[in-house]
Every structure is written in C-alpha cells, then in structure tokens.
C-alpha cells in the first residue's frame, strides 16, 4: 500500500512540474491560429484545432480552448474558419533559379500544353526572327518530342526555313538534349568532322551531316556561345523562384546543380530580403577538379542557416529518358538494341570525387536513372562509406529512374535516399515505355519502397514538370500517363497520406532536417499552409487542383 501511495504522489508531482512548463512555453505568443483542421503529419500527435507561434517556432498545438494561456493583447489572432492546414511543402529537386532566369529572359515556352505540334514552334521562331537583328539569338526551352503531334525530335531542317540567319537554341524539356539550326551549328564550328565529346552526341543523318540534335555534353558546344545575362539575373530570379514556390506551398526548395554565379544570386537576394522560402543550395561537382575545389573552401552540407544552407554536393552518372541517354542493362532501347545509354564518370574518378566531397563533410546525391547507373552510384557509394567508416551517411541518389527489387534491397542495406520524382509518372510516362515492359514495371516506383524501407522525399525537377508539388501527390496516387492514359505499374500507387508524407516528413529527412520541419509539432520551425480542401477527403482526382490560400514560413504570412 505504502509503494502504491508513493507511486501515485510522484506521479502527482511530475504532472504538477509538466502543467506549469507548458503554460510558461506558451504565453505572449506572435500569433495563434484557431478553429482549424490542422493536420500535423507526426504520426505521434493527434490533429488539432489550434496552433501558437513564437520566435518562429511551434509553441504550442493545441485544442482550441487549451490555448487561452499563450495569447496576449500582442499576439495576432487568426480565424480559419475550420479550413485545412498542412506542414509546408518540401520539394528536394528542383531546378528552381534556371527555371526563373528562363522566364526572366522571355525565352520561347515550347512545353506542352503551349506547343502540340513543330509547326506552333517554327511559326514562333519565324515571328520573332522577323523582329530581330541578323545573327541575335532565339532561344526556347521545354519541348518534348512524345507530346508533338508529330512524335520526333525538332531537327535543324524544320528550324531553318524559319530562322536562316538567326541561331536558335532549343532545350529539351529532360534538360539533356537540344535543338539547333544551321546557324548555330556554324556558329559553335560543328560539322560532319566534329567528333561526339566525351559523355555526349552529335546527332549525325545517314550522310554523317549533323541533325541538330545535340544529346548530353555535346549541348554546351553551343550552350556556351549564348549571349551573356544582365548581371543582376540570378538575384532577381531567386527572388522570382521563392515566389513562385511560396504561391504553390512550397516553404523548402533545394535547388540542384547550382553555379557559383547562382549560389552568390540566392545569397544577395536572401541579404535583401528578398528570398520567401528556405532554400538547400546543391553545387555541382563536373570533375574531380570540382570535387577538390569544394573541399578546399572548408564548407560543408549544412553550412547557412534555418533559411538559406549548402544542402548535398550534386553529380550525374547517367543521361536522361527523353534523350534516351540513361545507363541501362541489356536490352536496349525499344528500336535502339544497341543503346545502353551514357555514362558520364569513369567508375575510380565517381569514386575520387565522391570520396574528396565526403570526406570534407558534403552529403552526396548523384543523379542516375538507369539501373546500370544506379548501381554504379552504389558502388560508390559504399566504397566511400567504407573507407571513411560512415554508417548512415544519408547519402541520395536522384531520380532512380529503374529501381528494381534488387537494387532497392541494396539501397536499404546503405541507408540510402531516393529522392523520387513523382509527377514524372504523369508528365513523361511516355517516355518510361520506350524502355519496355519490364522496366515500366520499376520506373519511379513509391509502394515497394515504402514496403522495402528505402525512404523516398519527392522533387518536381522543376522546369521538367511543373513547380507545383499538387501534381506529383496527385500522380503519386493515381500514376496515371497523360499521353496514354495508361496507369503504369498500378502496384507502385500509394495513398494520400503518403504521398503528403514523401512531400512534408520525408523531404525533411533526406535535408537532414527532421528535427525542424516536416511535422507540425512543438519546437519545429513554423512552416505551414492553409488550403482550399483536405486532401485527405476529396475524390483522388481533385488532388492536382487543390490551391495554397495561404503560406507562412517562420510563422509569417509569406503568400499572398
Ligand atoms: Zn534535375
């Protein structure tokens, strides 16, 4: 009897000291929203009506009426009439910053829906040929050749007769290939003698005379006579990103392969006040050179704060689907037996490199889509681990295009990151069926990750599909292909609320960020939306249409 007493007094005595800590944390808070659906995403809290803000934290997530405490005549007290809240959107692979730049340079939007057909492209190229002085550039970017009507790449023959003394550049929407006229051609000195650089394509007839067609590497043969950006692009187009996102219900973008032009751009717009949304800059590592030189300057993955940060150092292995570029195993391409694809790195300098960055503190994610190059990423991967003992290193391959049973027992076995790209399933599904119905069956898969504990976070690869992460939880669920109409492998489908979690938890995780954001729970940094439906209760196929009526960062209203 006397323990019995004993136990109950002590457990009178710690609810006594927890009662007070909690009214002592949540009192003169910033803000309080109440008479919300707040949907927290931490499968440890229940969901809540009320949520209090300080210093830029969660203080309290709460019933409404078991707020009254954290209030003061100071706090700014917002009704939200029962609306939805979720934790702000994490998009861990975007190409933000070029997106922006592209549309502050009034480039040609040759995506679909814009441009169906090569003749809506030529008769653009024409218009703005007219207009312009001989030799001054047309530059576009976006088209895919699966949504032309026509179902072919864009060659300098369709281009010419439209632009004979203009040069155009157009970039594929995958980012790994580009058309380009004759113009162009000359301009950049190619012709039938030119030999494919190493790691890319020169397009050549059955005469050898180049198409215009320039896959991987071989795109910077002329990529690089383009004329020259007003100097203060970068900045305006880190501004114009983090708005665009903000609007969508992103709060954390990592921006991926960014030159150090770009990574100065996200500096001085976040000194300006500028920047909306917290950004993970990713530089890129091209060569072992690169991988020496970001060792030297002595930071790391981490390095910023809360707000702008060094997230992983970025490279590729492999090409793109569009292109047909990515490393593959037998067999080839459907049409192309003999292609399996590029891959970029001989296996020791992958491995140089990724070793130089990682031993100087930087997470590595490496882009590889096919399988052959996906394992060649594992490879290297574990032999970095290896040599400097790490165990979780939380290292990230990107896309993972064709990730079979194999290799996603190899990536839980490295605790490795996908960072996955859900809307792909939707918006380029056709180009997934080029491979064959086998590796269909493992392109962008979600449901046997979750199933073989590989953990996925979600990117828009933004401009390949749009910025709007809505797309991506919609097409996570359905995967349905806009050209066929065809759900491909229906066994990879996952539910609402896990496709919500790949976009909020587990985009925080593969940030190393776990610990701040990702839930809306006390003590993380106050990230949330307010949207115009739960997603959780309409039909699956609303999902794409939900709107951000609001999004706060810091718990400040940030959009509208
Ligand atoms: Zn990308």
Not at 284 to 295: G, K, P, Y
Not at 333 to 338: A, K
Request: charged residues 25%.
């Amino acid at each position: 009897m006397k323990f019995q007493l004993a136990l109950l007094l002590l457990w009178l005595y710690l609810l006594a000291c927890i009662a007070p800590s909690f009214a002592q944390t949540c009192v003169d808070a910033d803000l309080v929203i109440r008479n919300g659906h707040i949907i927290t995403m931490d499968t440890g809290l229940k969901n809540a009506t009320g949520m209090a803000v300080r210093d830029g934290k969660i203080v309290a997530l709460e019933e409404d009426n078991e707020l009254a405490s954290c209030a003061s005549p100071r706090t700014k007290i917002s009704d939200l009439h029962n609306r939805t809240v979720l934790p702000g959107l994490i998009d861990v692979h975007t190409h933000a910053m070029e997106w922006a730049k592209g549309i502050l340079r009034g480039q040609i939007d040759a995506a679909y829906p814009n441009v169906r057909a090569i003749d809506d492209i030529v008769r653009e190229i024409a218009s703005r040929a007219n207009s312009l002085q001989r030799g001054q550039w047309i530059v576009g970017a976006g088209w895919d050749d699966s949504k032309l009507t026509e179902h072919r790449y864009i060659r300098r023959q369709d281009l010419d007769p439209a632009s004979p003394h203009n040069p155009v550049y157009l970039d594929h929407v995958s980012g790994h290939l580009a058309a380009v006229n004759s113009a162009a051609l000359e301009l950049a000195g190619i012709d039938r003698r030119t030999p494919d650089p190493q790691g890319g394509v020169i397009e050549r007839d059955a005469t050898g005379e180049p198409t215009g067609i320039l896959k991987d590497t071989a795109m910077s043969l002329v990529s690089s006579q383009l004329p020259k950006d007003p100097e203060d692009i970068n900045i305006r187009a880190a501004k114009l990103a983090s708005e665009k996102a903000a609007e969508v219900g992103l709060t954390t973008i990592h921006d991926i392969f960014l030159s150090p032009d770009e990574i100065r751009g996200y500096q001085d717009a976040y000194q300006r006040g500028w920047l909306k949304i917290r950004v993970q800059m990713s530089p890129q590592i091209a060569s072992v050179a690169d991988a020496e030189r970001l060792a030297q300057m002595g930071v790391h993955t981490g390095f910023g704060d809360d707000f702008l940060k060094f997230g992983a150092a970025k490279m590729f292995a492999d090409g793109g689907m569009g292109a047909r570029t990515i490393a593959i195993y037998p067999p080839g391409v459907t049409g192309e037996p003999d292609n399996l694809g590029v891959l970029r790195w001989k296996p020791e300098d992958m491995q140089k490199a990724h070793l130089t960055a990682a031993a100087a503190g930087w997470q590595l994610e490496t882009h590889a889509i096919g399988d052959r190059a996906i394992d060649e990423v594992l490879d290297s991967y574990a032999a970095v681990m290896d040599k400097l003992g790490l165990k979780d290193a939380r290292f990230r391959i990107v896309h993972a295009g064709i990730s079979t049973p194999t290799i996603q027992k190899r990536m839980q076995a490295q605790h490795i990151v996908v960072d996955g790209n859900p809307p792909f399933v939707y918006w380029i599904g056709s180009w997934f069926l080029k491979y064959g119905p086998e590796r269909v069956r493992w392109s962008y898969p979600a449901k046997s990750y979750i199933d073989n504990g590989v953990i996925e976070a979600a990117g828009s690869d933004v401009p390949v599909t749009p910025i709007s992460p809505w797309w991506g939880i919609w097409a996570a669920v359905v995967r349905q292909d806009l050209q066929s109409g065809q759900v491909l492998a229906p066994e990879e489908r996952i539910t609402v609320d896990q496709a919500l979690t790949l976009y909020t938890k587990n985009g925080a995780y593969a940030g190393l960020e776990e610990d701040k954001k990702g839930t809306l729970s006390p003590g993380r940094l106050a990230d949330f939306i307010v949207v115009d439906r739960d997603p959780l209760m309409i039909p699956v196929d609303e999902l794409k249409d939900i709107k951000v009526l609001t999004t706060y960062v810091g718990g400040k209203q940030i959009w509208p």
